[in-house]
């Protein structure tokens, strides 16, 4: 069922439109009731369906499921029961979802307790993340950049064609969309002077990401083929890996990002499984070089056609799409970022994250970040309002969105949302 588009599901519950949410969807998260409960949840519409009140009524009695399992602050303890479990939980969803199975939606105590508007919930940080990498994978991106910083006849530099460049980030900054966060401070340089100076970042950006997450952990020594990364990975949610591209640009020599990244990346409260974007899979872009065997994709449609959108709404100012673009363009993929993750015997864990990096398209209008779209601010941003933009300003909110579309079926990942406050 979860790998076609070609029929039509339908649903008791009513979904509107072009919602993020069908059945087709069904992607996992946490919630917090007013009286402070929390539990798992999927979304369907506007709605959300406490997963644990389904559990302890027996909605889920013929998968072997631990007790409390969806009564968990995170959803790592479910992950860890593995992909198995994983797709028959959400078989068994869009069966119970199904219009014309009455086994739920004509119980109407249950659907009265288990059934909740979206805005009557809080969204809670879907899984709790031990280890956090950010990959650098756009090679728009990355030329772009280096045409920027560097003699752009070495926009790339030599090692970016044969490997995914990362770097560890911080997991502890990582929130979850509708918190906003502080501008950060930090040492800086103005162009041309190489004496730093103390003062509240004049450069922030945002960067327009994807991320992964991991649901099977391995062992110390133990490495991940990219014919097997499908097993590793639990699901998909949208990613903004603030950046502070003054800070940034004093620090980063020689051993990358810290203080202009580890202040606050923003990640989406649904987490959509493999499952779900199965018929939305696509070739991804050709390589050249041929890199090594260890990398080799073990198929062609290794990537996914998700279309991506980021927003941005000034202070007394109405919402301006900024930046369309796509998963799709990504040279390096999920299974070669795992692959090179863990070549070395590096292990991984049940909730660790993995960002794509900034994912920016072959057009302008496509690139994924304040300093591609304003080209270094040497071309602000117009606002509705009349106001201009280079980098963000105090009071300025970030919204990224995300959908697959194809057969007439559309599933969307939500939002990650936030706003700049000014610095402490």
């Known amino acids: ?44 519409g506007q709605y959300v369906l406490d997963l644990s009140v389904l559990h302890r009524l027996a909605y889920f009695k013929e998968i072997a499921l631990p007790v409390g399992i969806f009564e968990k602050t995170s959803l790592n303890d479910f992950m860890a029961l593995g992909k198995p479990v994983w797709k028959l939980v959400r078989q068994r969803l869009m069966v119970l979802l199904t219009r014309d199975n009455p086994e739920l939606r004509d119980n109407k105590d249950v659907v009265v307790q288990s059934l909740f508007k979206s805005s009557d919930v809080e969204m809670l940080m879907p899984v709790q993340v031990g280890d956090y990498t950010d990959f650098y994978s756009s090679k728009e991106h990355a030329t772009n950049i280096g045409l920027m910083i560097r003699d752009p006849k070495n926009a790339l530099l030599p090692n970016w064609l044969h490997l995914p460049v990362a ?44 991320a992964f997450v991991i649901g099977k952990s391995t062992t110390l020594g133990q490495s991940v083929p990219t014919s097997k990364a499908d097993d590793y990975i639990f699901g998909m949610t949208l990613f903004n890996d603030w950046s502070a591209r003054d800070i940034q640009r004093w620090e980063y020599v020689p051993l990358g990002p810290f203080l202009a990244k580890n202040f606050a990346s923003t990640i989406s409260p649904w987490i959509i499984s493999t499952e779900a974007l199965e018929p939305f899979r696509i070739k991804a872009p050709e390589q050249n070089p041929e890199v090594l065997p260890y990398l080799e994709r073990s198929r062609e449609d290794c990537s996914f056609d998700i279309t991506l959108e980021v927003w941005l709404q000034a202070e007394n100012s109405e919402a301006m799409k900024i930046c369309t673009s796509n998963y799709k363009y990504l040279y390096w993929t999920m299974d070669q970022q795992l692959a090179h993750h863990t070549i070395n015997g590096c292990n991984i864990n049940i909730g660790d994250l993995m960002a794509s990096g900034t994912i920016s398209g072959p057009t302008p209008d496509s690139f994924g970040s304040m300093m591609e779209l304003t080209w270094n601010g040497s071309k602000p941003i117009i606002l509705p309002n009349g106001q201009e933009r280079k980098f963000l300003q105090d009071g300025d909110t970030v919204i990224i969105k995300g959908y697959c579309q194809k057969d007439n079926i559309r599933i969307g990942f939500g939002e990650a949302k936030a706003k700049v406050l000014p610095t402490l």
Not at 182 to 192: L, N, S
Request: hydrophobic share 35%.
């Open 167 to 210: 770097y560890h980030g911080r997991a502890s900054s990582i929130i979850v969309s509708g918190h906003d966060f502080h501008r950060p401070k930090g040492q800086v340089t103005p162009p041309g002077i190489n004496e730093p100076s103390f003062s509240p970042s004049k450069a922030m950006d945002f960067e327009l990401e994807m």
């Open 1 to 44: 069922m979860q790998a076609t588009t070609d029929f039509k599901l339908d649903s008791w519950v009513e979904i509107p439109a072009n919602s993020d949410f069908p059945i087709y969807n069904l992607p996992l998260g946490i919630i917090k009731h007013k009286n402070g409960t929390i539990s798992a949840t999927t979304a369907i």
